[in-house]
């Protein structure tokens, strides 16, 4: 069982705009130069987590955003920047959906290697009916996820162990996204819905489930359309909550 969900007023400042942290010294390498006359050091990737506090908790629902959508309600300040972000920057929520605690951010530094090896960790709560997707290191220990940047392709997934949740090896998975292969990195966010369960669950990243695959991807090209799979036929996708972001590599 996961803690109950705090209250908005918490959860929002806990996600506050923080003063920037100082840019750390540059080191003086090749790497480290060539990203800093890019478009900037850092993939900052904003884990935005929200609950619906109103639902009894035989029925909580967690969701998670990582770019904005057409409802800027729950909108990911995802970006690149040469500074490291300390904190998350979300949308505000609706009013029936409010930032949860696992929401954080994590910075990862483009001059530490080659790929973007992103982990998408999702966890199921039998006791709550409910899915939460993780992609940063930087939440509760439980449900952290091991996305880092490397020279080495990541090959299999780490994830935390979850506690009374349980991690789904179906639906998480690494992807290696070669950040030299083109000048876009552009991520993908499928969101979709089960009724019966009032479930929420989003994807950014292919899986062993293709149903659920999400597109993203490095090119030159910058996506505009989400590229998700079609669901199972339970959970349907929400083009609402769905979105891309393209973030400049050059």
Not at 13 to 36: D, E, R, S
Not at 59 to 65: K, Q, V
Not at 136 to 155: H, L
Not at 212 to 223: E, I, L, M, R, Y
Request: with cysteine; net charge negative; charged share 15%.
């Amino acid at each position: 069982m996961r803690l109950a969900p705090r209250h908005a007023a918490l959860a929002a400042a806990v996600t506050a705009l923080a003063a920037l942290l100082p840019a750390a010294a540059i080191p003086t390498t090749a790497a480290a130069t060539a990203a800093q006359a890019t478009s900037g050091r850092y993939i900052n990737l904003h884990q935005c987590v929200y609950n619906s506090p109103l639902a009894d908790q035989s029925h909580f629902d967690l969701m998670t955003t990582l770019v904005p959508s057409r409802d800027g309600r729950f909108a990911a300040g995802t970006d690149i920047s040469d500074t490291p972000v300390p904190a998350a920057v979300c949308g505000p929520g609706d009013g029936n959906y409010e930032l949860d605690v696992y929401t954080a951010a994590e910075p990862y530094d483009r001059t530490a290697g080659r790929y973007l090896n992103l982990h998408q960790c999702i966890f199921w709560s039998e006791y709550n009916m409910d899915h939460l997707t993780t992609v940063v290191g930087t939440t509760d220990v439980k449900f952290v996820a091991g996305t880092n940047i490397s020279n080495t392709r990541d090959t299999a997934v780490n994830c935390g162990g979850g506690g009374a949740d349980h991690p789904i090896p179906l639906l998480s998975s690494a992807t290696p996204l070669d950040l030299t292969a083109g000048r876009y990195l552009n991520l993908h966010q499928c969101l979709y819905y089960f009724d019966r369960y009032r479930d929420h669950m989003t994807t950014f990243a292919p899986s062993g489930d293709g149903r659920f695959k999400a597109g993203t991807n490095v090119s030159n090209t910058p996506d505009t359309t989400p590229s998700c799979g079609p669901g199972d036929g339970n959970y349907q996708l929400i083009p609402l909550l769905s979105g891309v972001k393209s973030l400049p590599l050059t």
